[in-house]
């Protein structure tokens, strides 16, 4: 039997084990960093067959009609039956479907790829793909006006802690959810990309996820394949109505234009002779503040960062398209990239700027390469907020003049607002007005 001293002696051991491993993973403030956490492998249903439609995922295709995106391992019609009501479609529409091939090794099933509508907003629609009454999926269409709520999460990938930013964004009643880069972290094991397309079905089969991507997406196999083969292939986007001729790049408009979005590609050619910055040139050209009064731009490596990783990842971009963004009243850039939330003051050309955009980076959502935990010190005067902790952004545009951005971190698996501040539109700003 151990003596009392004994077992008194030994609780003191591990209450000052224990103190010191809480003190090596906190901040000043007494949070505890979560660890990375270990990709999820999400399996097929027990009971799906190669018909069943799996990683179903939605996107808006104008403000009226939706995308509907879905991949069976065998060969299904690409229908999509739908309504107002469960278990009742009055309405169908067809679409097609495609495969790839990915460096000789890895066939994808048949991805599905139908648009739908036109549809009434902020209006809950029951779906099925394929005709296949074994899954009934719906979705809420965005509202044609003013409030609007968007989710905001970057670099996701497919761990526990994606998990938990997912069940957050899904508590948090968004509308639609940007998503600046960085998605699958499939890093060229294309099965991970189905995994992680089961892993966000739940969310992404019911609001629109409008995406765009980062350097996780490139996948490029020398001499095996072109880059953003897989990205392109099971995440298209809008572009074509924006004007644009890639998927990396394009616009869209939200709340019956009040918001116009620009999807930015970090990984695709951007200097002043470019494909990307001559449409941007243009798309911002036709932008009429009066009608819309907020401007958000996405991009994956940030412009602005005080992070130590990915340091001037984002320059070169900076440097050739900034001044577009900041011409145009551009309100707001997000970007991801670096694993950490940081959000800048109104910049431009690195100086505070009243008339520049804010700059935020969010890509916190949880991957397994875990945090980026090591920043620039001092902290530069532009940089109102940063940590490094997962968790995800909303973005609650009010009216047009007001919106709320709020940052919700992952406090122990619970949604913790840790940065809020009310914007105001470039629009209504009388000294920045053009
Ligand atoms: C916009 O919303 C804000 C916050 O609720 C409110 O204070 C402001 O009066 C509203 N502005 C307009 C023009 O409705
Ligand atoms: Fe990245």
């Known amino acids: 039997?151990?003596?009392?001293?004994?077992?008194?002696?030994?609780?003191?051991?591990?209450?000052?084990?224990?103190?010191?491993?809480?003190?090596?993973?906190?901040?000043?403030?007494?949070?505890?960093?979560?660890?990375?956490?270990?990709?999820?492998?999400?399996?097929?249903?027990?009971?799906?067959?190669?018909?069943?439609?799996?990683?179903?995922?939605?996107?808006?295709?104008?403000?009226?009609?939706?995308?509907?995106?879905?991949?069976?391992?065998?060969?299904?019609?690409?229908?999509?039956?739908?309504?107002?009501?469960?278990?009742?479609?009055?309405?169908?529409?067809?679409?097609?479907?495609?495969?790839?091939?990915?460096a000789l090794i890895y066939e994808s099933?048949?991805?599905?790829?139908?648009?739908?509508?036109?549809l009434n907003p902020d209006t809950v629609y029951y779906y099925r793909c394929s005709s296949n009454p074994a899954r009934e999926f719906s979705f809420r269409t965005p509202p044609s006006?003013?409030?609007?709520?968007?989710?905001?999460?970057?670099?996701?990938?497919?761990?526990?802690?994606?998990?938990?930013?997912?069940?957050?964004?899904?508590?948090?009643?968004?509308?639609?959810?940007?998503?600046?880069g960085d998605l699958s972290y499939a890093d060229f094991w294309q099965p991970r990309w189905d995994s992680y397309g089961r892993l966000v079905e739940p969310l992404a089969s019911s609001r629109p996820w409008m995406v765009t991507q980062g350097n996780h997406e490139i996948e490029k196999v020398p001499l095996l394949g072109s880059p953003f083969k897989a990205y392109n292939a099971r995440w298209r986007m809008p572009y074509d109505l924006s004007g644009s001729e890639s998927n990396l790049y394009y616009s869209f408009d939200a709340a019956g234009g009040a918001i116009h979005v620009i999807m930015l590609a970090s990984y695709a050619d951007y200097d002043s002779s470019s494909d990307q910055h001559k449409w941007l040139a243009g798309d911002l050209a036709k932008i009429d503040r009066q009608k819309t009064p907020w401007v958000v731009a996405v991009i994956h490596a940030p412009w602005y960062n005080s992070n130590d990783d990915h340091q001037d990842e984002g320059e070169d971009m900076r440097k050739a398209m900034e001044e577009l963004l900041y011409q145009a009243r551009v309100d707001l850039v997000f970007a991801g990239h670096v694993h950490a939330y940081?959000?800048?003051?109104?910049?431009?050309?690195?100086?505070?700027?009243?008339?520049?955009?804010?700059?935020?980076?969010?890509?916190?959502?949880?991957n397994r390469e875990g945090l980026a935990t090591e920043y620039i010190d001092p902290q530069p005067k532009i940089s109102v907020f940063r940590e490094a902790s997962f968790g995800h952004g909303q973005l609650d545009v009010v009216n047009g003049t007001q919106a709320l951005w709020t940052w919700h971190r992952n406090d122990d698996d619970e949604a913790v607002v840790a940065d809020k501040v009310w914007l105001t539109s470039l629009s209504s700003s009388p000294s920045c007005k053009k």
């Open 342 to 366: 940081e959000r800048f003051t109104r910049v431009y050309n690195n100086n505070a700027d009243e008339c520049g955009p804010v700059h935020i980076t969010i890509g916190d959502g949880g």
């Open 109 to 118: 099933g048949q991805i599905h790829d139908v648009v739908i509508g036109p």
């Open 1 to 102: 039997m151990a003596s009392p001293t004994l077992v008194l002696r030994y609780h003191r051991f591990l209450v000052i084990v224990l103190v010191t491993i809480i003190l090596s993973r906190s901040s000043a403030d007494g949070y505890v960093r979560p660890m990375p956490r270990k990709d999820l492998s999400v399996p097929l249903a027990a009971d799906a067959d190669e018909f069943t439609p799996q990683q179903v995922h939605i996107s808006q295709v104008g403000l009226e009609k939706m995308r509907v995106t879905w991949i069976t391992d065998g060969d299904a019609p690409s229908t999509v039956d739908y309504g107002t009501s469960s278990g009742s479609y009055p309405f169908s529409a067809s679409g097609s479907s495609d495969s790839y091939s990915y």
């Open 145 to 180: 006006k003013l409030p609007i709520k968007f989710a905001v999460a970057g670099d996701l990938g497919q761990t526990g802690w994606t998990k938990s930013t997912l069940e957050h964004i899904a508590k948090s009643g968004y509308d639609m959810l940007l998503l600046p």
